[in-house]
């Protein structure tokens, strides 16, 4: 599970990036922008991230970690934290069924942190219930 921030340099125009490489119709995100999402592939995601959010001016990488978590959930557990999350911040969700939130103050983050982090510790309790 992660939460990845955005760092769009100023070479971009109008200070944004598409979420999808070279797609002009694609979500556009903003250093406002944070994403979550689940992987059983942190690495390779983090990796594909960093091409597809890359400066093509400078070469600037524009996402970066904020938090993860190592879980060994399985895809169906870390979707429903994540639907939980989605749940939890409708004001701050964007992207349609994208993981895309926009922080409106700093807080935001922090709380979505929060809120991640006791929905792992509740699924991890969860797990050793007989």
Do not use: A
């Not at 409708?90 to 069924?97: A, D």
Request: net charge positive.
């Amino acid at each position: 599970m992660y939460i990845f921030e955005f760092d769009i340099c100023q070479c971009q125009e109008n200070g944004y990036m598409h979420s999808k490489k070279g797609k002009k119709n694609s979500f556009k995100v903003t250093n406002d922008h944070i994403k979550i999402g689940e992987t059983s592939d942190y690495e390779g995601r983090l990796k594909g991230y960093n091409t597809t959010y890359k400066c093509s001016f400078c070469r600037k990488i524009n996402v970066k970690e904020y938090k993860s978590w190592e879980v060994d959930f399985d895809k169906k557990t870390r979707e429903d934290i994540e639907t939980e999350i989605k749940k939890e911040f409708p004001h701050l969700h964007e992207g349609g069924k994208l993981e895309y939130y926009r922080m409106t103050k700093g807080s935001d983050k922090e709380k979505i942190k929060s809120k991640m982090q006791e929905l792992i510790d509740q699924k991890n309790s969860n797990k050793f219930k007989d």
